[in-house]
């Protein structure tokens, strides 16, 4: 892949670091940022590495009033030898123009969007944590600029590259957490934004969210839009059960999040010769395979948390304990066999791993 010239524009002034060994997720930024203009008739502009500073925007702009954007997750591993290395970051940057296309924003050249990431990251490689369980946590995102009250796509736009050093997402790191199943609200539905990774989609799910945590759990677990009774995806990550011996997902519809950790286990599992399914999954069927000793396993997997244990599951009044509400042993192997991909510690057979 060939390197894009990039105006790079150093900060004079370089923030204190915080402490790599007591990271919160997403409260601390890197010295700079990365910036690239939009304009109708011109195209994508003006690449560029500045210090990370706020941004300016006419009160009209698009994205206050109309939620025009998109966003991606991805992140930057340390590792024992001072290495840099990214996860599958062609998949997140193929995701974001699928998300692009469907908000009906313009598409980023994908190429160029790495090579941007690259030069960030080496630019600010000081930043990237190097301690057990700490990442460099990347955040792409397109918003609408354009000073316009119709109802239309904005006519320019920005894309941004943040970056964030992070511990674990969940409080509970790779212990098993409590998910409330959600039967009122509702995410996202077939036909309309729930397949892309748009700002709405996680403003709509904030209600229930709250709810959940007020009543002691950590996350909330979506059903489908239409007849709240087959389950789509946790509020921040996608899920998976091992229900007798076989390793249950819920299949891509048109209203779930196609995670690139999701299309990794499903691929680790494949290469295990574990039985691997995705289908359509009810809760009745869940709460069955529960009282007949059958759910051996629940968890989530995405970006941030990487895999994240279910230990139990509230639904209609009932507590559905999950192997005795501690960690299985696949739901284990998983997360050491991609966490040692991702730094590097592990045979990488896929050929996931991108060196910055």
Not at 147 to 173: C, M
Request: with cysteine; charged share 25%; glycine share 8%.
């Amino acid at each position: 892949m060939k390197d894009y010239p990039i105006e790079v524009q150093l900060s004079t002034e370089r923030k204190e670091k915080p402490d790599f060994h007591n990271l919160e997720f997403g409260r601390n930024f890197t010295d700079h940022m990365f910036l690239m203009d939009y304009t109708e008739g011109k195209g994508w502009h003006d690449p560029r590495i500045v210090p990370y500073q706020p941004i300016t925007l006419d009160p009209a702009a698009v994205i206050f009033h109309y939620g025009q954007t998109v966003f991606e997750g991805l992140k930057a591993y340390q590792t024992a030898d001072e290495q840099i290395f990214l996860f599958r970051p062609n998949k997140n940057f193929e995701r974001l123009n699928r998300s692009l296309e469907r908000l009906c924003m313009p598409q980023i050249d994908e190429e160029l969007a790495l090579s941007a990431l690259k030069q960030l990251i080496n630019v600010d490689r000081n930043w990237v944590p190097n301690v057990e369980g700490t990442s460099l946590y990347i955040r792409p995102f397109v918003i609408s600029t354009e000073a316009h009250l119709g109802v239309s796509p904005s006519l320019t736009y920005q894309f941004i590259i943040i970056l964030s050093p992070v511990g674990a997402y969940y409080k509970e790191g790779i212990n098993p957490v409590k998910i409330a199943v959600e039967t009122e609200y509702t995410r996202a539905v077939k036909g309309g934004t729930g397949a892309a990774k748009t700002a709405g989609n996680y403003a709509s799910g904030l209600k229930a969210q709250e709810v959940a945590e007020d009543a002691g759990y950590s996350q909330v677990l979506w059903l489908d839009g239409k007849e709240h009774k087959y389950i789509e995806e946790v509020g921040s990550m996608n899920v998976f059960f091992k229900i007798n011996g076989e390793v249950v997902t819920p299949e891509l519809n048109g209203s779930i999040l196609a995670g690139i950790t999701r299309d990794s286990i499903i691929n680790l599992l494949k290469h295990w010769n574990v039985p691997v399914t995705e289908r359509k999954l009810s809760m009745d069927e869940l709460v069955q395979a529960s009282k007949e000793g059958k759910l051996e396993e629940a968890f989530g997997a995405g970006t941030a948390a990487v895999i994240s244990p279910i230990g139990e599951l509230f639904y209609k009044e009932e507590k559905l304990v999950v192997n005795n509400g501690e960690t299985g042993e696949l739901t284990r192997k998983l997360y050491d066999e991609l966490t040692g991909i991702q730094n590097n510690k592990v045979d990488d057979p896929f050929g996931w791993r991108v060196l910055v």
